[in-house]
């Protein structure tokens, strides 16, 4: 317990290194600081990867039900990072440098060829990495486990395409969207103190308080639970959009998995959430199921028009919930709305499921993605910026993370029918400004589980069954129709 | 030199934990911070005395004059640090942090009793940590080497009687100063603002830019060199008084140290300021002979006026500059003016090495505290909060550290001297707002060696004598002087 405190603590650090290095650290020393992450990240792999783990974990009898599940949750760890070899790992990071630099290069020129070499490079480390794996059934079933723990490749295939099957006639089915339809006071900016204020209100009607939280501005919003008592969540603003506040709520959603995590999990593996997809299933639940609920904008609008009288005055809440669920098919992942993201992230995950498979040559990869945008989404992509190049990860050498964006959102769908079921007055409360109800029943239910439960047996418990886009798909289709008969 | 280079950057990531804990942190994450700077620590201890480090050090065919600096240094650091057990460095840790907690309740309560048996054990553990040298002259000698290696306790006490003498008399003779006659306006607050601007208009003068440096807040200011790219310095900011101009210098005096060190030395051992003693000097000559010169209120003053005009805007330069340099029998250290200083620290380093000599017992301690300062100030303590109980370096077994802060002084002096022969037009440099002559003989002649020296080759190289408190003294006399010319 002692040595997985230790890697544990390691791990901490190194988080709060990355936080630092995005928030805090004076923009001159990101070399200086890349050596000490460096060395603090192989020092915490060296120390797990260390014999005398292996010897303690073999020998471990485990004094009560904590204790053994963080021995069999450490030794299936362990068991995985002992299969690949010190070099790969190395070779994969140094690989993966060397493509991010000609990713943001080929981004700036707006060309993907230059790209290309880096790209296949990448698929080439990931290939090799899965072979450490020979019996797994699927070549991208190793690199799919390190953000979902247990999922093979054939399960997310399946939900995934059944969750497209649905998508596509769904914003098929939208008419075209035309942002003056939306009563929104479109040239009106937003002013950054007024959003500052708005996004404290809402943070504190749910729940943050500054004993345990902070949020600081980012360019790209993201969250960091050094510990559960240290949550630190970030957001941007920008001044004719209000992303400062869903980013913020999505971020929350994030935070506040891990600060309602069980304290007797800390310093051991099981002290975070139980994987890519159970976290983003959070951070999506609040960001849009509650986020863009009625309930929500019942409660949020005086506080905005308070806070941004400019922009809100003249608005009913209801115009403002309908704009904030509009469906726009657009080109670009982070700023898709609800319905079409979905399809954004499929696209991405059929095209590295293929080029893993060996089916897809990196040299074709922008005509295919080119396609698929056309047939899933019905938009043509003008250029490689707003089409293949437009996301780092496949630069950084991640695969196997995209899809964990969308069986977020399919677990969002199926915990929202069953709180639901559990707490029908949820919408109510959330116009009364209280979010009480639904932070206690995630504590409850999800987060303080930590990591002792495998993301499907959490989910069995939770909901009572496997992956399931049905739930998912149900909401979505509600939401169409009832914005379809506000603006009828 | 990558074993080193990890211990290094170890060192540096323990720095950073240890400055967001100070500005960042959420308070309510004391306990799990605590953890991670613990682990830290343990590692960076562990990784550096393993004995395959004393290995390497023994079979180490330096490749260059850096190298050959690197492995002497390093091999003292672990001759060192190997003759001390771990059992003795986690007794005085746990000892330090009782003792820590049981001094914040004796203070509050404004009774030293309480904490007597605590400080009695820190003392006992520090004389049982000097036992671990029985070749020491003297057993002070291995705690005051862990800030001023080399020095000994006899020459830091020679040094410092010649100081406290020189200091006795001039400090008796300035007449019993009166506020009201330095024609400030006493009741005049200095808004929060006003003071950030005054601070940045200073550091920006002084060659601070965002690319390498950082201004937080903190409860009790002091400075990080995380990198040599990377200088967070901290203030704070009172409503009645211009500490958070004084205090940014005394800190960017520390930061501009280690910012100015030879990149060469960055993840080696030598890349950090030559002592405590030789950082105390930085800060000290930035705050006062700076800070207090009047070339630097000449400057100053427009700025000042601009950024506060309800305190400044009916003064001259020269009443600002008298007021700053004032002489007050006070009680108080952190406060005490740039003349007093330095006996309120002489009291300080007397008394601590009475314990350590065993020449005095804790119980007989706040008395000898009041005796010394009626005997050196001329001031009456009236309780041991105001007494004994106001610093915190004796409750964390800090014991060889307080010298420094004088002998700090003393350097200034003789490096004051020197660059007054070097630089004779300085205060006119300062009156132009121009401070980069000064930062660059620093840098030359002290900077950017590092620990390449110990701190006496340093001082022979640069004033070319050993330390001498003459110059420090003479220099407080012509200011006492020049400040009697101006009053008459």
Known sequence: MARLAEVADLGRTAMLLA????VCMPRGAAAEHGELRA??????????????????????????????????????????????????????????????????????????APFAPFLERNVELS???????PEAEHPYDPLLDD?????????????LERLRDGLVPLVAGVPPSDDSSLDLPADEPLPEAGQRALVRTALEALGVDDDHWRLDEAAHPFSSGITSGDIRITTRYHEHDLESLFSTLHEFGHGLYEHQIDPALARTPLGHGASAAWHESQSRLWENMVGRSPGFWRWCMPHAQAALPGYFAQLTWQEVQRSVNAVRRTLIRVSADEVTYGLHVIVRFELELALIEGELEVADLPAAWNDRMRSYLGVEVPDDRQGVLQDVHWSEGLFGYFPTYAIGNVIAGQLWA?????????????AAGDFSALREWLGEHVHRHGRRLMPDELLERVVGGPLDPGPYLAYLERKLQASAQLMA
């Open 39 to 112: 060395t603090v990240d192989r020092l915490t792999h060296e120390r797990f990867v260390d014999d005398r783990v292996g010897e303690l974990l073999e020998a471990a009898s485990p004094r009560d039900e904590i204790e053994a599940d963080v021995v069999r949750a450490a030794r299936r760890e362990y068991d995985k990072a002992r299969r690949v070899p010190a070099d790969l790992v190395a070779e994969i990071t140094r690989a993966a440098a060397n493509a991010r630099a000609a990713w943001l290069e080929a981004t700036e020129a707006n060309a993907f």
């Open 147 to 159: 953000f979902e723990p247990g999922m093979r490749t054939a399960d997310a295939r399946a939900a």
């Open 127 to 133: 290939r090799r990495l899965s072979a450490c794996f």
């Open 418 to 430: 069953r709180i639901g079921d559990e707490l029908p007055d949820l919408d109510e409360r959330f």
């Open 19 to 22: 936080w630092d290095q995005e």
